[in-house]
Every structure is written in C-alpha cells, then in structure tokens.
C-alpha cells in the first residue's frame, strides 16, 4: 500500500501597517527575511543590506505593535535589524523603514533634521541604520517627553556600526533630539488598524504564530520537526549565512502567557518570549552589576529582539545569558502537550546540556519558563565578558560568580557557598562544580584564590579559534577569577565601564 501524499503546507498571508494602510501579502515563505520581503518583493530600497548576520545595523526598522503590554492604548516600538528577522514575525505589526519619516512635503523628521544639523552622515551607507535607532529612541523616549543623555544614546545605537568612524557626530544628534507635535504618529489610528485584524489561521500553516500556551504545545506536538523560533537572531543566521531552508516555522513570541515576567517570594518566572532587554532589566533590578554587563550582550536591536528563552534554548557555548543563569541557580520548565493535557517538568539549567547544541528536551517539549532564585542576604555576584569589541560582540569568555560569603570567628570573609557559570572555555555552557568544591567553606584569601584559579584552568579544557586560543582562554578564567576576589573583598572595581 502506497503512502498517501502529505498535503502541501498553507502559507498565511502577512498583514502590517505600512505608510498608513494595511498590506497584505500572499505566498511569502517562512524563511523569507524581512529586508528580503522590503528590498526584493516590495523594491523598498532605503533599507540597506550589508552584514546580513545582525551585525552592522545598516538594516534597521522599527516596529511597533499593540496588545496589553501597553493596555492596548498605545504602541510598543522596538529597533530590530530586518536581516535576520523573518518577514511572518511582523504579522499584526506596524512598520517603519528610513523612507517614511519625512511629510510628504519633504519636510525632515526630527531625527533626520539632527542628523542634517551635526553632521552625521559620512558615506551614508550606514546612514539609513542610524537614523532608524534614533526614531526608535525618538518614539520611546522624546516623543514622551524625556531627554536624551550621552549613555542613553549610546545605547540605543550600540547596534549600529559606522564604517567611516563617525560616531561623534551621530551621539550629538541623538543628544539633541526635541519633540514635534507635527511629526507624531497617530497611535490610535493604529492600533484601531491592527486591532481590527482577524486572528491568524495557524492550525495547518508554513509559519505559525499561536497566542496561546495550550495552542504552542499542541502545534509542537503536532509538527515536533518544525522549526521552533522565538526572536531569531541565531535561527536568522541560519538562513542568511547557512543558507538553511526552513519549510515550517513555529514563532513562540505571541503566546500571552510567555510573554511576562512574574515575581514570587523566593524566586522570578521569565517566559520564552519576554525579550533579553526585559528579562535582564528584571534581574538587574535587584542585582544591579547586571545592568552594565547586559548592555555589552549584544546591540539594542538584539536586546529588543531576542529572547532569554531562545538564548538559553539555543545553547551556544557562547552565549553569554547562560553562565550567569548557571551562576544564579536558575532552572528551566520544559512543557508538552501529552494524551490532552499539559505536562511540564523542572531542569537545572547547568544539566540541560549533553552537547554542542544539545540538550534533553525531547520532541514535543517546549522550553517555557525560566525560574531564577531571588538574591539572599550575604550573596554577592560578578558577570564578566571578554571580547574584542566592547560591545555589539560575541564573548571569547564569559565567566559568572556567585558567592555566599559570611565570616569567621576573626571577621575574615568565608566562601559559605560558591556557584561559577562559565562560556565559552567547553562544548556546553558549563557549571565549575570541582572549583566550588575548592572554595566552599574556605577563608577567602590569596591562598584560596590561588587553589582556585588552579583549578578553574584545569576544570575545563578550550579550544582555540578565532577569537582566542585555548591557553589564553584558561588564563582569562585566573584573572577573571582574581578580579571577582578583589571586587568581593572590597579592593575596587577593575573592569572597563567603571574606566568609563
């Protein structure tokens, strides 16, 4: 008996605000990019490609979308770089590219009129990049009516690269960006526009966004091979640099109930869908030496459009979110939809890995939450990234150390418990179970700390590549390890943004 052929997947049309209509387009493919949905079908020109990998920001748009993370009153906007963002994940979403700020009378936006005024474009490749993460920055913040600082700036553009080296000038424009009431986008029209929308048929389609836990679980049970995303901006590389065809694409970032972040007494619950910038905002919240470290995870479009639970669920032995994670004792919830109902379990973060890119999750599972034990009294945590760029890079080192620390009988400082996450120095994400060994119930002191630093070059075993040799990785993890020593015991901060 011959096998029946399988039906051929349904490609939902796109839908998105653009230039004051909806557009609605047929028959674009799940892996079709974003920039190539606006360069090549639309002949949208103003968009630039360059790096095609996320990097350089000469294709930044700015998105917005309504739902009830804003009360449904007003939009949402994001910065995200068009390369690697599929085009189906705009769906319901309203778009702006570098060719629709200024009044049909040719009348400069605000943000290009600072760019006109400083000076800021050079060559002008990158130009377009660059005046997008400004109106970002614009609609979040100006347009409010809050001012733009140096740091500010430099953050909302850390995603953008000029070839010409002309950041100076493009820093001063950001600074001094004023609101217009002639230039402001009419939210309400909007959101009516995207509100109006009928829900997505997704239970047969090519790229599904479901908005439903319940929903993702049996999509995935159902199509346990497709491709399951979340921000893409690993998955986008896939298809730009690897070339790799996805034929169905589950998109996880509407499902309602990941999309928050909850806080209970003894720990805080991250959905898979809540962004980095979010996520890392809630746990710097109460560890503050987050903040400066999470800004050198990736540039603002990254932050905006990956996810914690992508990161984490991805497993690159360099991605900087999981030692920390390791570091902080987090646990994952994996889920799956199993004979009618919702099964989930607890994981350890450190013992979802069993490879390069492998974990345990089976098929049909889904990784959820991501559960992070609040701080306790007597804890004290460092997160160190080494990388050739100060930020916007990807880390030869990431190395995260979290300590229980008391005295003893002479008021010297104790390790009462030591926890140490650490990336990029092993196949996996690893945890440095024998140097918490040494360090545990120990005097916190130069001999201790040398013990340690012994044995956390000897606990792991890195290859060489280019970003750094093996031997130079085990040396990062000494003096990394000494820097979280001096930090802890009270001798001064030695990293680069307290230079700054």
């Not at 005046?131 to 970002?136: A, D, E, I, K, T």
């Amino acid at each position: 008996m011959s096998t029946p052929p399988v039906p051929p997947l349904v490609v939902a049309p796109l839908r998105f605000w653009h230039r004051g209509v909806l557009v609605k387009l047929g028959n674009v493919p799940p892996d079709r990019t974003l920039l190539e949905l606006l360069r090549e079908d639309l002949r949208l020109s103003a968009t630039k490609e360059a790096c095609a990998a996320g990097d350089c920001g000469a294709c930044t748009v700015v998105i917005a979308e309504a739902g009830a993370e804003t009360n449904g009153l007003k939009l949402r906007y994001r910065s995200v770089n068009s390369c690697i963002k599929p085009a189906h994940a705009i769906d319901g979403q309203a778009l702006w590219t570098a060719a629709d700020l200024a009044k049909a009378d040719g009348t400069l936006h605000p943000v290009q009129q600072a760019m006109v005024e400083h000076h800021g474009s050079q060559c002008g490749f990158c130009t377009p990049g660059f005046v997008m993460s400004l109106f970002g920055l614009y609609q979040r913040r100006v347009a409010c009516g809050s001012a733009v600082d140096r740091h500010t700036a430099q953050e909302a553009l850390s995603g953008n690269l000029c070839r010409c080296t002309g950041y100076r000038p493009i820093l001063d424009a950001a600074c001094a960006l004023q609101a217009d009431a002639h230039h402001a986008v009419d939210e309400a029209a909007v959101v009516q526009a995207l509100t109006a929308l009928p829900p997505r048929a997704d239970s047969s389609a090519a790229y599904q966004l479901p908005s439903t836990l319940p929903a993702l679980l049996q999509a995935r049970a159902t199509h346990p091979k497709a491709q399951l995303i979340a921000g893409a901006t690993d998955a986008g590389l896939w298809i730009t640099q690897g070339l790799q065809s996805m034929p169905q694409v589950i998109d996880l970032t509407r499902v309602a109930e990941l999309r928050h972040i909850e806080t209970y007494p003894q720990h805080i619950a991250i959905g898979a869908a809540v962004n980095l910038q979010d996520a890392f905002e809630a746990l710097a919240a109460e560890r503050p030496t987050i903040a400066p470290w999470a800004e050198r995870f990736a540039g603002w479009p990254i932050r905006q459009s990956g996810t914690l639970g992508g990161n984490v669920a991805n497993g690159s032995p360099i991605g900087d979110s999981m030692p920390l994670l390791i570091a902080l004792g987090a646990q994952v919830v994996l889920m799956a939809w199993r004979r009618g109902r919702t099964v989930h379990r607890h994981v350890p973060l450190e013992e979802l890995y069993t490879g390069y890119r492998q974990n345990v999750m089976a098929a049909d599972e889904v990784l959820a939450w991501i559960v992070v034990p609040r701080p306790q009294p007597g804890q004290w945590l460092g997160v160190y990234k080494v990388s050739k760029r100060l930020e916007d890079d990807i880390s030869a080192v990431c190395l995260a150390v979290q300590l229980q620390l008391d005295t003893d009988t002479s008021g010297a400082p104790r390790v009462q418990q030591a926890r140490i996450g650490a990336g990029g120095v092993a196949a996996t994400p690893a945890r440095a179970r024998q140097t918490e060994a040494r360090l545990n119930g120990q005097l916190w002191n130069p001999s201790t700390l040398q013990q340690a630093q012994a044995s956390l070059q000897n606990e792991f075993q890195p290859i060489s590549d280019l970003r750094a040799s093996g031997n130079y990785r085990r040396r990062l993890l000494g003096a990394l390890l000494e820097r979280a020593w001096r930090e802890s015991t009270g001798q001064g901060e030695i990293r680069l943004e307290a230079l700054a």
